[in-house]
């Protein structure tokens, strides 16, 4: 909004037009401030601003061109109206007027309305123009705050991250250690149960299935030992060393710690060829084959009857193929994200959605590949594809049973 005072500075070589114009300023309701050359009106720019100058073209010493690109340059970050005055109508001056920064033009003999139009009209200008500059100040204030708060946003949204995936790590860990603590809790639940019935001396038969609850339980701490001792190398994979898997022995290890969860659920078949060897570590392969026995014998359970989960493994050569598949009630309609971490259709029981993300998380690390389909037993089958060790031999095409794992006597034969 344009002040209702302001300080016009009057720049003319003649004392009669200083006087004529200072006059119509001050009807206006304006003060005016007059000079006789630019040279003292210069002087005057450098210790304070109008709000406007009204200067003569035709004056001794500085001309009006010059004196006006002086002032100018004093008023470099200001927004002054300069209004020149002359006599001559060239329009050759009213060009060089302009590019000497001038804003207008008056020309003589003054018109009275003219005069008063342009004075009213260059102060509009100078009030619309302070107000753009206190709101451009405003705005920048503003930007700046909402830069800070922008990093502050990105540094909880870093934080948040970090976080989340510290989350995500106790997650998996507690999912990843409760498959071999469960074998540990039932094993000895079932060694102290039978040692309260034991009335009598311990028979042979007794004495087998305890050392075999002992043996396994033994070997569920042995894995849980070394899962914590891998955990630190799996957060950083430039650590994982080049172990390679005999899978044949990998599958026989998950399948005992897993006999209680499968057993009074399913059959199991397996087809496994002894001679293959998986370039991925043995726990990390265990970790694999662990999570999707217990997956498959959860997914039997819910079908209400006894099932068949069957596990096969085979090479070509190049790569090793070990799929599980189960007579359970299938996969669920969409499984676009049933590797991403979180991913469950089994909360209510429990489900923490990490398994099938960690089996993916390892294959993939091993240069394989994890897939999932319909199997022909009615329910699921996960495909895993991990290459062959160097130097290891393919499947047997001269005699393929004698390669097969044999169930170990009350052990695996579920």
Same mark, same amino acid.
């Given at each position: ?239 994982? !060393?080049?172990?390679?898997?005999? &899978? @044949? $022995? =990998?599958?026989?290890?998950? #399948? ?6 499968? %057993? ?6 397996? !087809?496994?060829?002894?001679?293959? &060897? @998986? $370039? =991925?570590?043995?726990?990390? #392969? ?6 999707? %026995? ?121």
């Amino acid at each position: 909004m344009m002040q209702t005072s302001a300080d016009i500075w009057i720049v003319d070589d003649v004392q009669s037009n200083r006087a004529l114009f200072a006059e119509i300023v001050e009807t206006l309701g304006h003060s005016a401030k007059t000079f006789p050359d630019g040279e003292s009106a210069i002087e005057a720019a450098s210790k304070e601003t109008p709000d406007m100058i009204l200067l003569d073209v035709m004056m001794p010493g500085l001309n009006g061109f010059e004196s006006c690109r002086e002032l100018r340059k004093q008023f470099d970050q200001e927004m002054v109206p300069i209004v020149m005055i002359t006599a001559n109508p060239d329009r050759e001056m009213y060009s060089r007027g302009l590019e000497a920064g001038a804003d207008d033009y008056l020309f003589q003999p003054i018109d009275l309305a003219a005069i008063r139009s342009r004075i009213s009209a260059m102060l509009r200008l100078r009030a619309a123009y302070q107000d753009l500059s206190t709101t451009k100040e405003k705005l920048a204030t503003r930007v700046d705050l909402l830069r800070r708060e922008v990093a502050e946003a990105e540094q909880l949204l870093h934080l948040n991250d970090r976080l989340q995936s510290v989350g995500m790590m106790v997650a998996g860990i507690a999912h990843e250690l409760r498959n071999p603590l469960t074998a540990v809790r039932f094993n000895l639940e079932w060694v102290a149960d039978n040692l309260h019935k034991q009335e009598t001396g311990l028979g042979p038969t007794w004495r087998e299935q305890l050392s075999e609850a002992v043996d396994i339980s033994l070997e569920a701490t042995s894995n849980l030992d070394a899962l914590v001792a891998d955990l630190s190398t799996f957060a950083r994979p430039d650590r994982e !060393d080049n172990q390679n898997s005999q &899978v @044949a $022995a =990998v599958v026989d290890s998950a #399948l005992r710690v897993t006999k209680h969860t499968v %057993i009074s659920h399913a059959r199991l078949e397996i !087809d496994v060829d002894r001679q293959i &060897v @998986a $370039a =991925v570590r043995p726990r990390r #392969l265990a970790q694999v084959i662990i999570n999707l %026995i217990v997956n498959s014998a959860r997914a039997i359970a819910k079908t209400k009857k006894r099932g068949v989960l069957r596990i096969q493994a085979s090479s070509d050569g190049t790569w090793v193929q070990i799929s599980v598949t189960d007579s359970g009630i299938g996969l669920p309609p969409n499984t676009d994200n049933i590797f991403e971490p979180f991913y469950t259709t089994d909360e209510g029981s429990g489900g923490t959605g990490l398994g099938l993300g960690i089996c993916a998380q390892i294959v993939r690390r091993a240069g394989g590949e994890i897939a999932c389909g319909e199997g022909n037993l009615g329910g699921a089958e996960i495909r895993l594809r991990i290459p062959q060790a160097h130097g290891a031999p393919s499947s047997s095409k001269t005699n393929p049973e004698a390669n097969k794992i044999v169930l170990a006597k009350g052990s695996l034969s579920a």
